[in-house]
């Protein structure tokens, strides 16, 4: 399988199988309109179409075709899957990783939260040090010899509840040398509580921090609002400035959600760059395709638009070497990529990763939290539902029909299986509108790759 398209001046084609992406001239981009994987095969040409020969030449063409081939027999073009041989490797494994809901509050009210203002459909409550404490010793008897280990500080908002927090960190810390272990944390914030001291902490401490932020003031002020119903824009946009400022080389970014209010969400990115943010993430808002904000199949031309926009920007920049920035969804790697067997799995949600609620129930992940037809376990017992967890175990893209032709599915793992779920009650059934994105945000970002070689 191929896909050929034309971004930012480039004639691109992928293969699907061998992930080879080639920049091609226009006649070979014309040419493959007709040419087959059966003519490569039977290294025989096909008949060339009174639209091309009045276009190209007899030989210039008979030329294009030798080239292809050349692709084909290096197995670059049409090439078989080279991922099938994995498709019954991904079953059961170790749990490597768990998202800890140490608060199922907040002190914002966005209006489009998965989780329902962080109460996640239930009352609002804290994790006590004794569950997380509990969780980690799971983690570490559950990951079996995994060595590298992670634990996302997630809610609501974490750091409600920071001291749990902190004595969670320094417990898993005086288990690592007996156990052979590493943790490596990340904390997921909305700056509203983010002083001074628990940024130098963050800093210390967290791998990664993800800083909560939708982009301009008026577009993140009008969702991502106080209990009071005033917006946040001019209290965290410093307290991020001020941990970034002081966090050096160590991982971040900025996560900001776009709606149905801000399509030109490329606007959003650069002004996050221009706030001293270099590290950018922009993503869909996921939810009910009734609310007022919901993005949906009528939304993808100005949605495609803004992609566009954002790469050209930053093939600009990135030529003239000044103002450079990371977008998380154009961060593709082409040479190496992810192992087969995260491109066949994805996340991992369900069987390598979980969440852990306050009470200390274990869901597949943190979006899942509050369906209890996916309560796993708990702390106390450990993954009493294998039956779950060799569901998730087996959602890959070979048992995801809808993946079957689709050039994208070794780069999405056939999506979100809490979207596929929420959307189609199906893990299985991967959701249209987020493989409509997905496969926008990838030519873009091959695009991208392929402008600032």
Known sequence: MIHKYNRAGFNIVLDTGSGAVHVVDEIIYDLL????????REKAAPDFSDDLLKKYSQEALSQAFNELL?????????????????????????????????????NLRCRYCFAS?????????????????????????????????????????????????KEIVKYARSLEEKHHKNFRFTIT???????????????????????????????????RV??????????????????????????????????????????????????????????????????DYAISEKHLSEIEASYTRLMETMVARRKAEKGDFNFFHF??????????IKRLRGCGSGNEYVAITPDGEIYPCHQFVGNEDFIMGTVDEGITRL??????????????????????????????????????????????????LMRLRLECAIALKAATL
């Open 387 to 436: 039956d779950l967890k060799e569901k998730f175990a087996a959602a890959n893209i070979y048992n995801k029909p809808k993946c079957d032709n689709c050039w994208a599915k070794f780069y999405c793992s056939g999506g979100c299986n809490a979207n596929n779920y929420n959307f189609n009650k199906n893990v299985l059934e991967p959701h249209e509108l987020s493989c409509e």
């Open 117 to 165: 203002t962080g109460s996640f459909c239930g009352v609002r409550k804290l994790m006590t040090v004794d569950t997380g404490k509990k969780a980690i010793d799971m983690l570490i008897q559950l990951s079996q010899n995994r060595h590298n280990l992670e634990v996302d500080f997630f809610g609501g908002e974490p750091l409600m509840n920071f001291d749990t927090v």
């Open 189 to 223: 914030t909305n700056g509203l509580l983010l002083d001074a001291d628990k940024a130098e902490y963050i800093n210390r401490e967290m791998a990664n921090v993800v800083l909560s932020l939708d982009g301009r003031k008026d577009v993140n002020d009008k969702l």
């Open 33 to 40: 309109d007709i040419v087959t994987e059966e003519n490569c």
């Open 70 to 106: 050349k692709l084909y027999d290096a197995e670059m073009l049409y090439s078989d899957d080279s991922y099938e041989e994995f498709k019954n490797a991904t079953g059961l494994a170790p749990v490597k990783a768990l998202c800890l809901n140490v608060a199922h509050d907040c």
């Open 331 to 340: 961060m593709i790697d082409l040479d190496q990529g992810p192992c087969a």
């Open 226 to 291: 106080r209990v009071n119903g005033d917006g946040c824009y001019d209290t965290i946009v410093p307290n991020y400035q001020n941990l970034i400022k002081n966090r050096g080389t160590k991982e971040y970014y900025v996560r900001g959600t776009y709606t149905k209010y801000n399509l030109d969400f490329d606007a959003d990115v650069l002004h996050l760059y221009d706030l001293g943010f270099d590290q950018i993430s922009v993503e869909p808002v996921v939810g009910p395709e009734d609310d």
